[in-house]
């Protein structure tokens, strides 16, 4: 051996050695990470808006749009689609014959407690960030209502549920369920918290439009109440948002539903969706779009998928007061109408479909589609969760149950005169009381609301869904609510258990 | 020895006459002598053998009698007596598989002394199958190495198992070329290998540490030899490529009849086109229609050669393949240079290097999906359309549903091309320390440059575009472009140490150390733009718009990661009879976390060869070796920063009167610092035989290879609102039993070698984390519903689903069987009901098949007459299920396989094949054993016939070699499989393998070849 060679093992043993203690310290180069994030105003915007994003779900697990449960569910419309094959989850659901194991439901449950989980984010790490108090307050009091509506999601249609009011650690996943009363608690102390926080609608700069209000989150405390029958305090709610002057219905009804309708004047909380961002699959997918144009619309010759078909009892309900209530054009496609820019409604431009009728309101038509992409997922109809009609109708109804007929009667012929628009025929005034006066908001709501995803969860809520859902295999004990996915019994090894009769 | 030979002749010249002439001799090898040589006297039936000491005697009848002295692994001399009485004869190893010097971690062995499991593959028989990439040339060559075809597309990937699947993850084996650990061999030409050595159990991957769980696939380049005239080949060959099976659908006419069947079940009017259905006819054969004939061609030169102190080897190869589904749109190129070479600067001091050059050309049609693939759509549209209109351009179906558009159509629409230029090199130092110690210092780079254009064309295939009648996935009003590139770079730096010393004679000690650091970064931009005015997909470039900043997208990014670590190695060897050896690898990576950084994988093995012992004296069996070994190994694909929480950007909303997409970040994945690597445990017991003086050989293994601490994101409840973190939580175990012959025989003019390999392997989960909770998998769209339950005691990926037993004849039988459906009628699918509730549903599912094969095997047939050679290579795969989820049967409308014509119409008409109903409401297409079919095969891989020209013409026009051939690639394939080709991969992961979802068949191949060296 020569001293040369000496010196090279020298120096080739010790380089490696010597390389600095951080070689094999790689932190991500993309994106930050818990410990860097959180620091700015910026930062709180965009984790606050990271929950805005699961209102957007609409198939996580499994499809879960919010008309799957609120109308197909009901009497008002049947699944639809290609045949009986087609999503047949969704068919024994609506027939009551409902698997626990449905992807639908863990989709919903899924997008749920996603949305929770980033709410709960946001409520832990924004306050540590140094900024605008008053910025502050309103991205906090944005989460609450986001963590709320998630939870009523939740609670209205599985009951009491987990209740999670923290980021969960790995040791907490097997969180038993909460009892309804519990999660309806926490609902109403998440609302009263946003309600106080948030601005009203007009106090948003433009480019905000879209983000929670005072009116939203007191809209949802209303309907809170009413599920809880509290009636004084939601009426009393209901007429905070009236005299708050942030909102008035608009003039046409059939403009509601169109693309100019999109957050108009009456809209309290609505979800937005875009159709110009490349299609939305599935839960974390980036994009804005929605599935709901597409699978409403008609197959064959108009390129959908044919969901959401109106029933007969649904249409006939529109001529309940011997007249044809002027909304059901502006809410059914009828055989002969013309489905806006895409053709005449016939059942051999269906592809021989025996359906008569198609949903109406979240038709869009194709001058309106994706500009680029798939324009299947990527619909841009926003989805009206709660109209001002809606806080009108809610008001009557728990003015009434208050005894006050008048107040009840006043804000339901205020929904009826914007519905009859300059007719002097159509739509008079109600004028009835006791049983019959009820009877009238309840008919009003279901025309008036009509295929916006309300009907089964009021029909469970004013305690008629036995009657009217009975003969379609509802059993009130059990169907009242909807199984909890049985994945997740399975996944938390029987920490949660399953809804009576399922 | 020429002047050994020379003294020999002058004995045999001043040779005289006598009579029977008593001779004695001593035979031996370089080493030692030589024990039952086989010593003939020419012309006669006379002969003898050599005894324990090498000995013989032999009468001869003159002094002009020729002695045959032949030994199996040694060259046979012939000997004329003449003058000598006592002959001293030494004779020259030719190769023997013994002795035959196999590539193991950071150095080499002789076979003989190798106590681990290894498994060589020679460049004869990787030249033998002229296929793109080297790990088609592995498949079915070594027991133990599973290799499976994903997809006949020119250039995609195959699966390699290395004993089993290991883990849920990423099973693939670690790839090292030249020392040069790789990522996929797509970039290597199979000529430039000189040899491919798997390290099969874990004491002989264990040098690998980290990294060698899956097994380790060592390939040597081919370099130039010391002392070698310079010789120049070239080799080429050029082939013909097409389908070999078609698929057997119905015609227009038994469409249109099935079609009105199942309308009237469903209660729907026929379609009134179909009034007639005679009229109709064939109708279009859409599977045929989606083939052609592609060819496939290689080009190689090559130089190499040596001197005493230098050696260099340089070649260049052209491919070029397109494919049978799409032609080029599925077509592959790829031009490489690769130039090794070595340079004795001083007595101490040797340098050199190995680079080689590729560059990629590929286009990609989609694969293995049941949405938008070729196969898929020409499987199940519908026979009625014809493919073209009346004015030529393509047609689309009235009755196809969403994904299943006219394939011809798609195929044309597809332009997605990917090119890449990769260079893999390295420059070593090997320094002679002098007294039996080596230092070798290598540098490596590992670098890809790739580029990829995908181009999405408007088309409209409207009867009327003023209408647009077309639905959604017959028609793209705006065109759109996407452009991406990326860089993959990595370098390493390793430094070896190695002495080996022989004491006393007896004990032989080999020490190896080293280190080795490394660092991989991979960057990526890419961007996207719509609208482009130009239509034409020369004219695909992001920025060839009107207004390229209105509409265009962009991202970027990189990734990174780095590995240290420390190694040795000790053999000993005692009177090359006792072997052992121990291995000590820590390694130390940025993918762990920081509670787990560095991870420590030891082994141990050790052998005996009992042939070698003195009391062994059968000697029908000349070499007996028995080993074991045990041994850690981890596997650390486990993806970068698994240990970190990132926040995800991208959770947007929409916000303002635009609707302007706003940022949203929030973490998707729950963190897991406690990240680390997954552990493999391996014993291994074997055997390596020779019998017969090494005309039969025999290597067999048995082994129980236990991964735990595997990586898997076990589901965690929903409620934590988060995905779950990939933590350590499963385990699985693989035991197996192996076993290869080969038996040769080349003392006649008809030379031959028959070889085989076999190998079982059993497959089971043991832990899937703290819950055990079945993992669900493979979901295919025609049974609505996931294929595979992984759980804890079945094998990894079960098929799992319901049990048909016949179909109801009649309305009572219905009312007697569990209750199913209120729509079930006469001629739905009877399911089980196996838990006896009375009720068919989800818990009435069972295990109804194994993806895994219980053994695969290979075997190969080599004969050689005179100058003529043919090669048979035979390998398949026995008691692997397939899930067959070709036909859509969530679409109401698609075509069928004709096996539905005998489907039921009335009582016994059938008790297999349901009646049709557009809306099967007995839900007959859910997930049952009704798809799953037997996917065992037997393949006759490859028939090749060569002629090598004699040396007698090849001397007088100054050639070295000069051969042609002709060769069949899948020749023949028995199977009872229904599908297109028997050979499923595990597209989508372990957890979804063996699910045909309309996989691209592979190709015959009919190809003549040349090669010439001169």
Redesign the interface.
Known sequence: MNYKSLIFILLVSIIPNACKKDFLERKPLVGATEDNFYKTPEDAIAAVNAAYAPLQFEISEGGHFRWFWGDIMSDDAIKGGSGDNDTNELLRLETFQGPANTSLLEGEWSADFEGIYRANVVLERVPGIQMDAALKARVLGEARFIRAWFYYNLVTMFGGVPLVDHVLAPSEYNMPRASAEQIWAFIESDLSAAADALPVKSAYAQADLGRITKGAAQALLVKTHLWQEHWAEAQSLAETIVQSNEYQLVSDYSKIFTSEGENNSESVFEIQYMNASGGNWGKNNANEGTFTNVFQRARGAFGGYGFNIPTESFVQEFFKEGFEDPRLKSTVFRVGDVMGDRGTFTKDATGGFPYDYYPKKYFSNKSEEAPFGDPNPNGGSNDRVIRYSDVLLMHAEAAFHNGNEDAARTSLNLVRKRARGTSTTLLPNVTASGQALLDAIYHERRVELGLEGHRFFDLVRIKRAQTVLGPLGYQETTHRLFPIPQSQIQATNGALTQNPGY | MNKWIFLLCMFIMTASASAQIRVSGVISSKSEPLIGVTIAVQGTAKGTTTDIDGKFQIEVADENAVLAVSYTGYTTQQITIGKQRTLTILLEETASIINEVVVVGYGSQKRSSISGAVSTITSDEISELPVLRTEQALQGRTAGVQVTQNSGAPGSALTVRVRGTGTIGNSDPLYIVDGVPVDGLDFLNTNDIESINVLKDAASAAIYGARGANGVVLITTKGGKKDQEGKISYDAYFGMQQTWKTANLLSAREYAILSNEAHIA?G??P?PEFANPDQLGAGTNWVDAIFEKAPMSSHQLSFSGGTAKSTYSISGNYFDQDGIVGGSKSGFKRYTVRMNGSQAVKK?LTLGTNIGLTNLKRQFLAENNEFTTPLVRALNMDPVTPIRKADGTYSYSRYS?TDITNPLNAIDQTHDKWQSYRIVGLAYAD?D???G?H?R?TYSVDATFANQNTFFPKFDLSNDPA???A??GEKRL?N?VVQQSNIWRSWQ?E?V?NWNHTFGERHNLGLTAG???SENRHEYAGGAN??LPSNDPKDAYISNTIDPIA?QSAYG????????SYFGRANYELDGTYLFSAVMRAD???RFGANN?YGYFPSFSAGWVISHNDFWKVKSVNFLKLRASWGRNGNQNIG??GF??????????????G??????????T??NPDLKWETITQTDIGLDAEFFNGRLSLTTDYYIKNTSDMLYAA????????QA?VRNVASVSNKGYELALQYRNRDHELKYSVGGNIAFVKNKVTGLGE?G?PVYGGRVQSG?STVTKTEVGHPIGSFYGFVTEGLFQNQDEISRHAFQNE?TAPGDIKFKDLNGDNVI??KDQTYIGNPSPKFTYGATIDLEYKGFDLGIFLQGSQGNDIYNATVR????YVNRPVSVLKRWTGPNTSNSEPRVN????N?N?RVSDRFVEDGSYIRIKNVQLGYNLPKSILNKIKLEKFRIYVSAQNLYTITKYSGMDPEIGAYGGALASGIDRGFYPQARVLLGGINVTF
């Open positions: 469903a729907k009017t379609l101490w549903d320094l320390l002098s007294h110690l230092l210092s209408l647009s009648d639905p959604a705006i759109s730096w430094n140490l280190t080795t650091s719509t609208n509409s990014g990189a990734e990174e990661s780095a590995l240290l130390g990576s940025s950084r970068n920063y970190s929480t990132i926040v995800n950007s991208g959770q947007n909303y929409t916000f303002g009167p609707q302007t997409i706003t940022n949203g970040n929030v973490a998707l729950a963190a589901p965690i409840p929903l409620t934590g609102g988060t973190p819950g909770e609505n729509n549903d989800s049967y969530d679409f109401s557009l809306n099967d409401p839900q297409a």
